[in-house]
């Protein structure tokens, strides 16, 4: 993003101070959970290129921040191989549901799912990755990001996408982000740059926008400062 544009966005935020809402968002999601595979086919290559720059190993452990109904399991536990571990956190009881019928129908025994708030989850194991995929609420949620960072190793790859408002002249763009997130988010605050929480908490952090600057990927890795935080 050019300087003109990060002084715009960090300027026009008519939605500051409206936190993330979470009955709000379980209602989205149980409403969303029988046709969401199908509503998120479009973005899957966002998908397969944000896993690909989480850089995973075999034998890696990895956790899917608010995994909903386990779209990325598949790509997940291809690149860590059973021996890896993949923790899936999502607080809807639908949504997981159906992460869970994936994992047994795959007959796949290297996952752990586990339904909560981010913020309130058990997530134990300590990861050398995270995935963060068009997860507004929790990306504007400081106690979930630092929840999930603590449960990160010093050095470990984060991922997120995202939607996005594009430049403030992209009106058709930024229509078609504005119903997309009437479906998906319970907040438009911090819509402009949503890793606006998380960038402070990375090293090499780096935004690459796509979709016509309605899609953001940003990554990085875990500074010391923010496990001790």
Known sequence: MDNFNRVEAEAWDPFAGVAPDREAALSQYRDRA?????????????RRRA?????????????????????????????????????????????????????????????????????????????????????????????????VMRSLRPGARVVATGLKWAPSWALPVNLAVFFAAMRSVSTFE????????LEPLLDDFRIEERQAGSVYIASGRVERVALDS
């Open 190 to 197: 911090g819509l402009a740059r949503p890793w606006s929480l």
């Open 34 to 46: 029988p046709i969401y595979d199908l509503e998120l086919r479009i973005l899957e290559p966002i």
């Open 51 to 147: 896993i690909n720059r989480l850089w995973l190993r075999r034998g890696s452990t990895v956790i899917d921040v608010a995994c909903g109904t386990g779209l990325s399991f598949a790509r997940l536990r291809k690149q860590v191989g059973p021996k890896g571990h993949v923790i899936g956190v999502d607080q809807s009881d639908e949504m997981l549901a159906r992460a869970r019928e994936r994992v047994e129908l795959n007959g796949w025994t290297n996952f752990t799912l586990v339904q909560s708030p981010i913020e309130l989850a058990e997530i134990g194991a300590s990861g050398d990755a995270a995935l963060f995929h068009f997860t507004h609420d929790v990306m504007r949620t400081w106690e979930a990001l630092r929840k």
